[in-house]
């Protein structure tokens, strides 16, 4: 992975069907555990009736330029890589959760240690390689169980030249992907677009993930 | 003599069971991971931090008031100048064990010394922590450094103890005397601001600097922190007080019962006046989340221990008590009245911690629900009660009282 590119997301909102087939992807991708979704469809009602509306906002990690999460772990397990994302080391987490608790976007889930070998059989044999690291069966007492975790735009995927799971299955073909640093690649003309507009941008932390109106 | 004996077995074995239910929850806890909470990714922290804070909060008020004695000689509150250093110490041990248990990957607690993140106001609150516990325990020796040459020269385990803790050493002559005195005062003269800025306005900051939780993103945060510490620990050292001069059939220094209160009152009115404000501010911004925070603590599921635990018992009660023209000249009154701000200082902690967590930091995303599980309190009494036990074997093994007072007692 070349470190010159800026991996960044484009959503826009007024090809977003709200069929939740993104976060459904996201958690077949990272065979995330009850109650951890990395992403989420936020789903909001605007104006009284009879002029009323729906606007879905897909709710991915931000990646952000300045992460209030970086900011505030105590032992720099969550970090900035050269590509833009931001990781996090689940052998150096403490588990203080500090860092949700930090999130001005709740991009961040706790690892509570449950799982959905009830419902599905083979569920902890075997995990997603999240960030590249195979990390063999799910285990009590082994991570990522205790840490915290949270998208990182399928890195993993983007090693293999893939894009992350949410962009390519999305129906409404809402999402683009690309890279920030490169002025011709379709990210960065969207993200000039005057329709482009970022999550609690008052919050200073400068979000990867782009919407438009 | 008899029914003292009995009195303290009656008070170990409450504390032994205490402990065992205790320990079986933090057992619990050890098996099942964080699961056995009820906390969840909205709300990600719970009674663990809130009993942390309250106990940082405790130690740092109390050795606030410390120091009113060892650098600012205030004489009139001698006779509790080792009690508040060691309640500062053990309370600092409390809140690390409570962290220690939240923490999601307990056994790599040392990760918060081997690895430091400058940004992050809690890898500093670490640093503070630990260099604060080892000044105390250098302030509290050099406390009773002259008490336990004298009690080196008796028998009995105490003795050898103190034989111990004073590598032999003899010198009772006035110079030496002088030197821990002097000693003394440049070590709570570094601790002050190691204590508020450091230790509690830390803990504050750390609260105040998380711009995602409006209600806590506020400058008076730390202010309030401090403040609401010395509240809670001039509460907790009168009440201390007062109880074990009972306990040892000792006279109540009145005058000084009542000098504390009147601390008491001052503290609580500041207390109060930066908390509404802490409201006012907010509530003025209109900004949904902060509205929504303010909503929780004033009218959610849980609002009682705002109105009832936070306020009414915490403060309207207390101040009657001490604004009352008959219940101010009371001893009883007044340890009732401080017994009660500590529980109110609890609720505080709390409302600080967990309504900004209920709320959803992103209009859309859920709400959070959380109140602690029966392994959650247990364990938390059973932590509680460790340092009641700690506490109690402490002022039997060292010197915590002065000796003058040691000599009225027999």
């Not at chain 2, 009993?51 to 509150?77: H, N």
């Not at chain 2, 001490?322 to 009154?333: Q, T």
Request: with cysteine; net charge positive.
């Amino acid at each position: 992975m070349s470190s010159d590119k800026k991996w960044a997301m484009v959503i826009d909102l007024q090809k977003c069907i709200g069929c939740d087939t993104c976060t459904v992807a996201c958690k077949a991708e990272n065979r995330t555990p009850p109650g951890i979704s990395y992403n989420v469809v936020i789903e909001e009602e605007k104006g009284i009736f009879p002029n009323v509306t729906k606007i879905h906002i897909p709710r991915p990690c931000m990646q952000c330029d300045r992460p209030a999460c970086v900011q505030v772990c105590p032992v720099k397990a969550t970090y900035k890589m050269e590509n833009g994302i931001v990781a996090i080391d689940y052998d150096r987490c403490i588990g203080c959760r500090y860092c949700i608790v930090s999130c001005p976007y709740g991009a961040r889930s706790f690892d509570f240690g449950e799982d959905y070998s009830r419902e599905m059989i083979g569920y902890n044999e075997v995990q997603a390689p999240e960030y590249g690291i195979d990390r063999g069966k799910r285990e009590k007492g082994k991570s990522p169980i205790g840490n915290v975790r949270k998208c990182m735009f399928c890195y993993h995927r983007l090693q293999r030249g893939e894009e992350p799971a949410c962009v390519e299955v999305c129906l409404g073909d809402a999402r683009y992907f690309g890279d920030l640093n490169d002025p011709e690649s379709v990210v960065s003309k969207l993200a000039a677009s005057p329709r482009a507009f970022v999550l609690q941008e008052e919050m200073g932390t400068k979000p990867r993930v782009i919407y438009l109106k | 003599m008899k029914s003292s004996t009995r009195l303290t077995k009656a008070w170990y074995g409450v504390l032994v069971i205490l402990m065992a239910l205790g320990g079986w929850a933090i057992i619990e806890r050890i098996r099942g991971g964080l699961a056995v909470t009820n906390l969840t990714s909205t709300t990600p922290w719970g009674a663990w931090v809130a009993f942390y804070i309250f106990f940082v909060g405790l130690s740092a008020g109390s050795f606030l008031l410390s120091t009113m004695i060892f650098v600012f000689k205030m004489e009139q509150y001698e006779k509790i100048g080792r009690d508040a250093l060691l309640v500062a110490i053990l309370s600092m041990v409390l809140a690390m064990c409570f962290i220690l248990i939240d923490l999601g990957r307990m056994e790599r607690f040392w990760h918060a010394l081997r690895y430091w993140n400058f940004t992050s106001i809690l890898a500093w609150e670490v640093r503070f922590y630990v260099v604060y516990i080892g000044l105390l325990m250098a302030e509290l020796y050099f406390s009773m450094r002259q008490d336990l040459i004298r009690a080196a020269k008796g028998s009995g385990w105490q003795a050898a103890l103190a034989r111990f803790l004073t590598f032999g050493s003899t010198d009772l002559t006035a110079a030496s005397k002088q030197r821990d005195h002097r000693l003394l005062k440049i070590l709570g003269s570094i601790g002050i601001p190691v204590a508020i800025f450091g230790v509690h306005g830390g803990t504050g900051t750390l609260f105040a600097v998380a711009k995602a939780r409006p209600f806590w993103n506020s400058g008076l945060f730390p202010v309030i922190f401090v403040v609401s510490a010395l509240v809670s620990g001039t509460a907790l050292l009168l009440a201390i007080y007062v109880i074990r001069s009972k306990v040892m059939g000792r006279e109540v220094d009145k005058e000084m019962v009542k000098s504390l209160a009147g601390l008491l009152t001052l503290f609580l009115f500041i207390d109060l006046g930066l908390e509404f404000y802490e409201f006012f501010v907010g509530a003025y911004g209109l900004q949904y989340t902060e509205l929504a925070t303010i909503e929780t603590i004033f009218r959610g599921p849980f609002s009682w221990s705002f109105w009832w635990v936070q306020l009414f018992l915490g403060v309207v009660v207390p101040l009657f008590i001490f604004f009352h023209p008959r219940l101010k000249e009371s001893v009883n009154a007044i340890t009732l009245a401080a017994i009660l701000v500590v529980i109110g200082i609890l609720g505080v902690r709390f409302n600080i911690v967990v309504p900004a967590l209920i709320v959803p930091v992103l209009p859309g995303l859920p709400w959070g629900y959380y109140y602690p599980t029966l392994v959650e309190w247990l364990s938390s009494l059973g932590i509680v009660a460790f340092g009641l036990f700690l506490y109690t074997v402490a002022i039997k093994a060292l010197p915590i009282d002065t000796v003058e007072e040691l000599r009225e007692g027999k």
